[in-house]
Structures are given as structure tokens and as C-alpha cells.
């Protein structure tokens, strides 16, 4: 039987991480949503916010600093990544630029581990995130506090920013249809440079949140992030930017209550556990859970 104070705690750890995963799958669905391509160098741009982290760490930066300049890097990686490597194949074949992302994935890694090292490297974070805050006979930790408040800060924000203003009626109308959008007076290339941008600013808060649980950076530090924010997508219904938000949450409440109720033998199999819920979830409704049914084209 778990206890109000365990459920308490429990609810807060899957709201910290169901934000990280949603501002992931937000960032991979934007893309999607836009360009019809999966970004599978979008986990790179969280380990470039790490590394960033890490080196304004080693200069003496605060840690506010180190988060603000992990975002900015994690911005200015991803619009480069579009000029450099994508728009170049504007037009190309899904399976192209798929192909492609895993390309510019695996280089980015490769620099890493010649420019910087293939050993994990420690970033320091704030002996606050360790702490815990008492709400009445409830003891919650801080940092997963911290976490879903900034997360669902940055998923507010986004939201005004896609209703309210022009930049992102015009991210939503094209994610709708691109080809009507562009005949309205849609730039393309703004358009996309924008989502790349936008892509970039989830995947370095996430960084920043993400950096701040695991407090460590290797080469392949995004390829947790971007496994989880493709199957966060995939539940969500892939491209819909609703759906991914969801899908974050409700992947992120399965993994840490499969923890924290699992039996001691099963307990180390519980992302596997969580993955067949999800497979489970999919046969059912192969569209996802926001994703509208296609019919086969026999």
C-alpha cells in the first residue's frame, strides 16, 4: 500500500521527467510537423547544452550562466544544423533526410569524442537540487520540483507563442498543410528556421533539466533523450504537437510508477515492461493517442 507521502513524491518525480520527455517530443514533432522529417541529430543538441554547461562550469560560471548558454548553444546548433544539412536536401525523400540526421548524429558524436573525450565527464550542479522541502508531512524533493516547474513554464510560453502570435499561427498552419500554407503567403524558409530554432530552445531546456538529474556528459549523453522523445512521440500520434506533450507525460508517469511499484525481480526490467505498454498501446491504436487513423492505399 503506498502511503500519500510516497504517491505525493511519486506524482511530482513523474510530472519532472513527463516535462523533460514532453519538451523533447515537442521538439522532434515541430520538425516533423513541418519539414516531414524525423531530426535523429535532435539528441545531439542536447549533448552540445551539456558540454556547453561543462565548459562555462570549468571557467567559473554560475550555474544560471551555464544553463542560459547551454540553451543559446543548443539554438544556434540547431538553425546551423538546418542551413548546413537540411535545407541543401529541401525536397529530398524522407528516407534522405532520415538518413541524413543519422549522419550529422554520428559526425557530431565523433567530434566529441576527438575534440573534447569518450569518457563521461562530470557537470557540477547546485547542492540545492539535493535538497528537499517539506509541504506539510510530505517531504518532495527539490530538483523534481525545479524540473516540472520550468517544464510546464516553457510549455505554457510555447503554447501562447503558437496561438497568439503570427510567427506561430503560421508554424501551425503549415504543420497542418505546408503546400496551402506557402500559397497564403507562408515563407518556407522562415518558417522552417523558426521550427528549427524553436526545436533547438526545447531540446537545451531539456538539456539543462536533463544535465541536472544525471549530472554527467559523454558523446552519446542525447541518446537516451531522443529515444525517449521519439516514443513520446509516437504515443502522442506523430506531428501533433498536443499529442507529444501527452505522450511525454504519460511516458514519464509509466517509468517512474513502474518503479516505484514493480516487485524487486521485475524491477530492473521495467523500461521493458514500459515499452510493452506502449507497443500494447499502439496495436490498438497504431495512429497514437492524438493521431488521426490513415487508411492503406491497397
Do not use: C
Not at 509509466?254 to 510493452?276: D, M, N, Y
Amino acid at each position: 500500500m503506498v502511503s500519500p507521502s510516497e504517491f505525493a513524491q511519486q506524482l511530482v518525480n513523474a510530472l519532472s521527467l513527463g516535462s523533460i520527455y514532453a519538451l523533447l517530443a515537442l521538439g522532434l514533432s515541430m520538425v516533423y510537423g513541418v519539414l516531414g522529417m524525423l531530426n535523429f541529430a535532435f539528441g545531439e543538441l542536447v549533448t552540445i547544452t551539456a558540454y556547453t554547461m561543462l565548459f562555462l562550469a570549468n571557467h567559473g560560471a554560475p550555474f544560471p550562466v551555464m544553463a542560459i548558454g547551454g540553451v543559446f548553444a543548443a539554438v544556434i546548433a540547431s538553425i546551423l544544423m538546418e542551413l548546413v544539412a537540411f535545407r541543401p536536401l529541401r525536397g529530398a525523400s524522407f528516407v534522405t533526410l532520415l538518413f541524413t540526421s543519422f549522419a550529422v548524429a554520428e559526425l557530431l558524436q565523433n567530434v566529441f569524442r576527438q575534440a573534447i573525450s569518450s569518457r563521461p565527464k562530470g557537470v557540477p550542479v547546485p547542492s540545492l537540487f539535493d535538497n528537499a522541502v517539506r509541504v506539510g508531512s510530505v517531504r518532495i524533493g527539490v530538483l523534481p520540483l525545479i524540473t516540472a516547474g520550468v517544464g510546464a513554464t516553457a510549455l505554457v510560453l510555447l503554447t501562447l507563442f503558437m496561438r497568439r502570435s503570427r510567427s506561430g499561427i503560421a508554424m501551425r498552419a503549415a504543420s497542418q498543410d505546408f503546400a496551402t500554407a506557402r500559397l497564403v503567403g507562408v515563407r518556407a524558409n522562415r518558417v522552417i528556421s523558426l521550427a528549427f530554432a524553436i526545436s533547438g530552445l526545447l531540446a537545451g531546456i531539456a538539456g539543462v533539466l536533463w544535465i541536472s538529474r544525471t549530472t554527467a556528459v559523454q558523446p552519446t549523453t542525447g541518446f537516451v533523450p531522443i529515444l525517449e522523445a521519439f516514443i513520446a512521440s509516437v504515443i502522442g500520434g506523430l506531428g501533433n504537437l498536443r499529442g507529444a506533450v501527452a505522450g511525454g507525460f504519460f511516458l514519464g508517469a509509466l517509468e517512474v510508477f513502474l518503479q516505484a511499484t514493480l516487485p524487486g525481480k521485475i524491477l530492473p526490467f521495467a523500461q521493458a515492461v514500459a515499452l510493452l505498454i506502449v507497443v500494447a498501446i499502439l496495436y490498438v491504436r497504431p495512429q497514437g493517442l492524438f493521431g488521426r487513423r490513415v487508411e492503406a492505399k491497397v
